[in-house]
């Protein structure tokens, strides 16, 4: 399941109910102590990684109704909630009427210790009397429900709780169906929270006053598992130690009592070694070194917190991996903090990356304005809150992008050169993999990767429909910008973009300029991406990719079919999504690593992309072609 929602109340500084959407990669911004960490720790709190304290009630709201909602899509298609009898959250009348999932769970924060109130599913059910609380219905409950309300169970199977629900709701000729709470935590309805619970999200929460030292948990819990696993695969052998030290020790035992009994016969028949063992891991002490055997407590801040931050996510993958969950929540708090501008860019392009994989969610605070610029606006949250108090949160859009950046100060880095807008975090891989093979083989064009990570060049990925809104956030910044769009129409229609485009180009020092294919995808050579797949063992079949086809789509339905699956078109809209966002993800690192010079000339005869290097190449200032 995927986290796409998030209403708090009575929490902290949340008195009112406020609601945060949620993307892949998500960024929440704003000033400090505006209530972005609250948000954080409710999350944590719901997922049961932190406990509510007496002090998380809000000051101004009702502390006995304190309440976390937590709203989830992409459901399981079947939930086994009586044993070997599959059912669904649909068929328990358990999902919204948008068809996603909503948990609502309510807290007493008054109390010294507050304690969980309820849990409840806030759904589209049905209100009729008698078929309005069947799932708190027991199995004896659920049969007697049945005689008074005149259904039949004949054909029934009544030693499941589930069909005996589905055959009383069949029978009624209105139910009534509206938002409405349906708990979870009573007697009858317990089973179906027990089968959501694996299906949950592994929540993983990286704060930013966390203690940075090499006996962080973070970093002890995956080398003490390592520990343990290689222990474990030793463990035949580790135990015939075990075996052969007891059996020399009452050797000794025995050779003792021999010797006493010729000494004074009376002090002893038997002397009894008593042996305790410890567990194996206790045994092995771990801590981090890095250069020259320096331990990680005595590098820098920075160092610290990047090298805990991936433990971190190891730990959270073996969290996910130990309770069978399929997705993963990140949360970092202010991953810029004690981070060189390098690190911090280098940081977020890894959590990017991390959130464009399937099942992995990525939620990050920041009022770090180079931060907010690499994230797509859509996936910025804006919080703020007004004279009284009152907090909200507003998506990032062209009316907020004012408020962002007075209150971000989105001002460029003094050495910034340049600022390259693309469509997406995939067409910024694209451009830094031509330019290296470029590079490789000799030809003079700019290093992409190496200007972003110095700061001369600064990646925005504008999101198509964006780019105006883009264009007025960059505009007052007076740096040189370079646009590339996805033409997308075919021609002779214009490029989607064109009005937009136009605005860029009516402003000294900045071109857009769109691609003459559908996207960059349709500049790869076929020979590449199969080359790519085949070295991850899946064996293909393309041919050539005409200028106007979606590439994407074509290599994931080819992956698809050597994979033996089911038609195609058999797979739901979900599904195909996303197989087409993983083909997406993979032509634009493997594949595109995978290009030469001669296939470029195939599939680029006219220099288009060494025309956008170019460009780009003149604004930073650099010789080039």
């Given at each position: 399941m995927r986290l796409i929602g998030l209403t708090v109340e009575n929490f902290r500084c949340y008195a009112t109910p406020v609601s945060i959407l949620f993307d892949d990669l998500t960024a929440l911004i704003g000033q400090n102590d505006i209530g972005k960490s609250a948000l954080m720790d409710a999350l944590a709190i719901f997922f049961e990684e932190a406990k509510l304290d007496k002090d998380d009630a809000c000051k101004t709201g009702n502390p006995e109704q304190v309440r976390i909602t937590c709203e989830f899509d992409q459901l399981p298609e079947q939930l086994v909630v009586d044993a070997d009898y599959p059912t669904s959250l649909a068929d328990e009348y358990l999902v919204s009427a948008d068809s996603t999932l909503i948990i609502r769970k309510t807290y007493n924060g008054k109390l010294a210790t507050p304690k969980i109130l309820s849990t409840e599913a806030i759904a589209n059910h049905p209100t009729i009397e008698g078929y309005n609380d069947l799932l708190t219905l027991k199995k004896a409950e659920l049969a007697a429900r049945a005689q008074e309300l005149g259904v039949d169970l004949e054909e029934v199977n009544k030693a499941k709780n589930a069909p005996v629900r589905a055959a009383i709701w069949a029978a009624a000729d209105e139910l009534n169906l509206a938002p409405s709470p349906v708990l979870l935590d009573q007697e009858g309805a317990r089973q179906v929270w027990t089968a959501i619970l694996p299906y949950l999200p592994t929540f993983a929460l990286f704060k930013?006053?966390?203690?940075?030292?090499?006996?962080?948990?973070?970093?002890?819990?995956?080398?003490?598992?390592?520990?343990?696993?290689?222990?474990?695969?030793?463990?035949?052998?580790?135990?015939?130690?075990?075996?052969?030290?007891?059996n020399e020790v009452r050797k000794i035992g025995a050779a003792t009592v021999e010797k006493l009994r010729e000494m004074d016969p009376t002090i002893a028949e038997t002397l009894d070694p008593i042996i305790t063992t410890k567990k194996w891991e206790s045994l092995f002490q771990t801590s981090i070194t890095g250069d020259e055997g320096i331990p990680l407590n005595k590098r820098g801040s920075g160092v610290k917190r990047m090298v805990l931050l991936n433990f971190f996510r190891a730990k959270a993958e073996k969290d996910a991996a130990s309770k069978n969950s399929n997705s993963v929540i990140y949360a970092v708090e202010e991953p810029e903090t004690s981070q060189h501008p390098r690190n911090q860019r280098l940081l977020l392009s890894a959590l990017r990356e991390l959130s464009s994989d399937h099942g992995r969610q990525v939620i990050v605070t920041t009022h770090t304005p180079m931060?907010?610029?690499?994230?797509?606006?859509?996936?910025l949250r804006f919080l703020q809150k007004d004279d009284a108090g009152v907090r909200a949160v507003t998506i990032g859009s062209e009316e907020t992008s004012a408020d962002i950046a007075r209150s971000l100060g989105v001002l460029p880095d003094h050495n910034v050169k340049v600022f390259v807008g693309v469509e997406g975090p995939h067409d910024i891989s694209f451009l830094k993999g031509?330019?290296?093979?470029?590079?490789?083989?000799?030809?003079?064009?700019?290093?992409?990767?190496?200007?972003?990570?110095?700061?001369?060049?600064?990646?925005?990925?504008?999101?198509?429909?964006?780019?105006?809104?883009?264009?007025?956030?960059?505009?007052?910044?007076?740096?040189?910008?370079?646009h590339v769009c996805d033409r997308d129409n075919q021609p002779p229609d214009p490029p989607k973009y064109s009005d937009y485009m136009a605005e860029v180009n009516a402003r000294d020092g900045c071109t857009a300029v769109a691609t003459s294919k559908r996207e960059m995808e349709n500049y790869l050579h076929h020979d590449a991406v199969v080359e790519a797949y085949s070295e991850n063992g899946a064996l293909i079949t393309l041919g050539a990719f005409a200028d106007f086809e979606d590439v994407p789509e074509t290599v994931a339905q080819a992956v698809h079919a050597a994979s033996g699956g089911e038609p195609w078109a058999n797979l739901?809209?979900?599904?195909?999504?996303?197989?087409?966002?993983?083909?997406?993800?993979?032509l634009n690192s493997a594949a595109v690593q995978k290009m030469t010079v001669a296939r470029l000339a195939a599939t680029d005869p006219n220099d288009e992309i060494r025309s956008w290097l170019a460009a780009i190449s003149q604004m930073v200032g650099e010789e080039g072609q």
């Open positions: 930013s006053d966390r203690a940075s030292t090499d006996q962080d948990a973070e970093a002890q819990d995956p080398l003490k598992a390592a520990i343990q696993e290689a222990i474990k695969a030793v463990e035949p052998m580790l135990l015939e130690v075990k075996e052969h030290v007891e931060l907010a610029r690499y994230i797509p606006d859509e996936s031509i330019s290296k093979v470029l590079s490789d083989a000799g030809e003079v064009v700019p290093d992409l990767d190496a200007l972003e990570m110095s700061g001369e060049l600064i990646f925005f990925p504008f999101g198509g429909s964006n780019l105006a809104l883009w264009a007025s956030r960059l505009k007052h910044l007076n740096r040189p910008e370079y739901t809209d979900p599904k195909r999504a996303e197989k087409v966002k993983k083909a997406k993800r993979q």
